[in-house]
Structures are given as structure tokens and as C-alpha cells.
């Protein structure tokens, strides 16, 4: 009988550590996937901004600009900038940076450096779509003290 409740105890304490250890490893391995899948470079090739009944759409023509926003395991970057150097009619140069989350849909940015200081510190929360080698951002940007609310549409493409 003894040998029996000391089976008994070896397999419940062999199962509970078992499924303790799975339940980590599962949880490490989801935010390594979802890291991985947002991991890395994407280009711009599509942005909307609606404001009210307005919609603008910028970065059609690729000649002129371009912007890449980057990604690793919990900060993202963005430059965007004109393809003349600064030496143009509208010279850009727009480059930001900080901390993110994402649940596999939603996505939260923390701008934590910015070069239009005021956008700083401020946290802006999105929808996140990623299809194959494309990813969608959509969201709302709010920002009153500045005048700025509106609702962005921007298409990446993941660079190889």
C-alpha cells in the first residue's frame, strides 16, 4: 500500500511540475512568436490620415520621401526623411523612438524620443494587422494640446 501512495505521489508531483514548467515555456515561446512576427524593418509604402471627412494620403509618390519603421523584441524606431538631403523645396527629416507592447492585434507605442519634441512622452494605441510580409497600422492620434486628432492608415512592407 505504502509503495502505491508513493507512485501516486511521484506521478501528481511529476504532473504538476510538468505542466507548471509547459505553462512557462508556452508563455515564452507566444512572445517569442509575436515578437518574431514583428520583428524587424518595414518601408512605408502607403499612409492615410483622416481627419473629419478628409482623408489625405501621402507617400505614393517614393521618389520624393521615404520612411522605415523598425522593430525588436520591445522598442521600435521610425525615420522618415526626403530623398534630396534637406536641399529641396520641403526639406524632412522625422525620426522617433521608444517602447512598445503587442498582443498579436493590439499594439501600444510609448514615443519616448521624438525630433518634434512635443509629440514626447505620449502613448498612442493601434491595431496591428500583418499579413504575410505586410503590416497594417491603424489608430487613432490624439494629441489636444497640440491640435492633433486624427486617424491614421499606414501600410509597411517588410524589407528582405
Not at 502505491?4 to 501528481?12: R, S, T
Not at 525630433?115 to 494587422?129: A, G, M, P, V, Y
Amino acid at each position: 500500500m505504502m509503495n502505491l501512495k508513493n507512485h501516486l505521489l511521484f506521478v501528481v508531483s511529476t504532473s504538476c511540475l510538468f505542466f507548471s514548467c509547459k505553462g512557462n515555456g508556452d508563455k515564452k515561446e507566444m512572445h517569442a512568436l509575436k515578437s518574431k512576427s514583428l520583428a524587424g524593418t518595414y518601408k512605408l509604402i502607403d499612409s492615410k490620415t483622416i481627419k473629419g471627412k478628409d482623408t489625405v494620403t501621402a507617400f505614393t509618390d517614393s521618389s520624393k520621401t521615404e520612411m522605415f519603421k523598425m522593430f525588436n523584441d520591445d522598442h521600435f524606431s521610425f525615420f522618415n526623411h526626403d530623398k534630396e538631403k534637406g536641399k529641396g523645396k520641403e526639406p524632412l527629416f522625422v525620426a522617433g523612438g521608444g517602447t512598445y507592447s503587442f498582443d498579436g492585434v493590439k499594439y501600444q507605442e510609448s514615443l519616448q524620443y521624438c525630433s518634434i519634441r512635443d509629440w514626447e512622452r505620449n502613448t498612442f494605441n493601434f491595431q496591428l494587422k500583418i499579413k504575410g510580409d505586410t503590416l497594417i497600422q491603424t489608430g487613432v492620434e490624439n494629441l489636444p494640446e497640440l491640435g492633433v486628432h486624427h486617424t491614421i492608415v499606414e501600410t509597411y512592407l517588410k524589407v528582405r
